[in-house]
């Protein structure tokens, strides 16, 4: 019980953490009608960011500089690529991400070689106890910020009007610019919010007990894209719900890894995955996305 | 559209050209380029295959490398005699072959109900989970796939007709190894999944693909059973690569799962971009340059600037050309929608248009 009971807890602290990336996913998709699969690569930005820079001016200003190098990053992406597309398909704007990804991802990975990186978080390796169940520092560190991180967002894109903007431009792209919202504006934050958020997310992937940052780190983020999915690509509810879920499930599948033996070893990468496209058989849409009618 | 005279009389003579110089070319190239070449075409053929479902009919795919694993494995599985602890079932190599591309289009045909239904960024996120399973399988199915080792290829013969080194064969004083007779193969099956896949484009699949993609109500509307079209061309895509699959598996000798991940999978995506969506040529022309470009920068890193030996903290030649062509991708989606085999249309029309042979006619859209 108190075997398990650390698995959830781990598993939800991890859930927060795919739910900040998948969040940002979701919203650049609600602002620019844009899957963004460079979104792994962003992620990577800040992270690389944070590992280099902790040493030279310690962790907090790295973690800022991180964080606000990805987002110039995530809105340099949107400036120079995605807003001068002329192409309508949105197949085709995906996948000009992907080059975008193979471009930064390669020389991501070759500055990072074959080195792991610290992050020089202040947590360490502690370990907490609660009763008789323990969890890492870094765990409940990030349960407690992604949170916070996810209610000033929600809050925001309720009650400012950046939010409003935001919400209109998602609702109908036409009308919202007739009304004055600036979509151009409404996307470059968008981009430059998901960056910031990835890179928050990265500090997270690669402390304790993770050994640091290294060239598969861009890998692990990518488990973020099945838990946008899952929850539906246009939800913000769905990107926390689907973040939760995948979480979960992975932790515990790797923590009951001797029960699935029959599966094969590592089933709780794949999980994530595997868990996706059971939903999607039985909701094409995902779980709270909206389903497109059409009316002929 | 009447063409002028010059290009009428020009097009047979570089068709024959070309024809000449593949038949020519395993008798000069070294290995190392026949190999690239091999590569080259088994790639055109899935890039063949992806282009019909991703550039014809509009449905994002990352998940081609999984269908090119199960041909290759399928393959090998079917064709190899039973080891000691590896499973084989020592079928003749074509049946073996026929029945990979028919085990990649099932699989493809398996995943109909969310191919069917799914489009745009779902689809393409849920084909992605299959390289996911796909590795998965790959690295612990050991009877089957033989684990991070991979498995050896059993050389393909055709009528007793052995594609391996032996027994020797001397042709015109050029010894002929397995790859130089893997190429003529190679040329032939490219050519017949080139024809098959323009046929398909040409006729009536390839409208109410076309029409599915840039319009779907329409195209229900007009009568095309729309799911029905998405999954048969996810399994005719999915058959292409299990084809090159069987060709690669060829051309290496060995199959390894680490090669089937997601750097192929985005290969693939960027070779249909670069060389032009909804075309059989542009897939052609995608694929040479993805699948060459990092071979001759290795070949050449030496009289590159900016390339340097690996290990010695510049651009590798493979990463130099992951970038490349990565910002090749770019620069296509933002400059050239129709891809490079759209530029070179545009150029010939454009010279067309400066040195008229006729009276001008507006010409319509070139196949």
Redesign the interface.
Known sequence: MTHFAELLLNGVSMGAVYALIALGFVII?KASEV?N?AHASLLLVGGFLVAELHGRIGFLPALLAGAAGAALAGAFVEFA?IR????A????????T??????LA??LT?RIGTRVMAMGDPWGDAVLHLGPVSIAETRVVALIVAGALIGTFLLAFKHTGWGVAMRAAAEDHETAALMGVRLGRVSLSAWAVAGALAAVAALFLTVFPTPGLDRTTG?VA?KA??A??LGG?DSTTGALVGGLIIGVTEALMSGYQGEFAF?????G??AP??V??IV??FR???LFGTREL?R? | MSEPRASRLARPALWTAAALAVVVVPFYLEAFWLMAGLFAMSAAVGAIGLNLLTGATGQLSMGHAFFLAVGAYTYVLLASEPGSHLLGFGLPTPLAAVLAVAAAGAAGGLFSPIAGRLKGAYLGIATFALIFLGQHVLFNAEPVTGGYNGRAVPPFSLFGFSFADTPELVVLGVPFGSLERLWYLAVVVLLASGWFAKGVLAGRPGLAMNTIRDHETAAGVMGVPVAKYRAGVFVLSSMYAGLAGVMLALAFQRTVPEYFGIMLALDYLAMIVIGGLGSVGGAVVGAALVTLLPQVLTRYSDALPLVAQPGTGGFSPAEAARILYGSVVVAVVLFLPAGLLGLAQRVRRRLAGAFPHHPSTPSGSSS
């Open positions: 998709f899957v699969f690529v001068r597309s002329r192409a398909d949105h197949s085709v704007l995906a996948i000009v992907i080059g975008v990804d193979i471009i390669t020389e070759r890998l990518l894209f099945p946008a999915i690509l599966l094969g070893r590592g089933i990468d794949v995955f595997l996706m496209i999607l058989l094409p849409a995902g059409t002929v």
